[in-house]
């Protein structure tokens, strides 16, 4: 699981903003309502760049 986890990217929340073209308030607001997995470190929230492909995928409309 470390292993997984150590070869990972992790995003800031204004990273996540500036991919999806949203604002920070909405990444926030996605991880509050619990739509984007994120681990807090210390006071800043960090979001996997795999979990955001993900959600991403799967809130894609043609």
Do not use: N, P, W
């Not at 990273?15 to 996605?30: G, K, W």
Request: aromatic share 8%.
């Amino acid at each position: 699981m470390s292993q997984s986890l150590s070869s990972s990217r992790f995003l800031t929340v204004q990273e996540v903003a500036d991919l999806m073209r949203v604002s920070s308030m909405t990444v926030y607001r996605l991880i509050k309502a619990g739509d984007l997995a994120a681990v807090r470190v210390g006071r800043s929230f960090r979001v996997r760049e795999a979990d955001v492909d993900s959600y991403l995928a799967s809130h894609y409309t043609s």
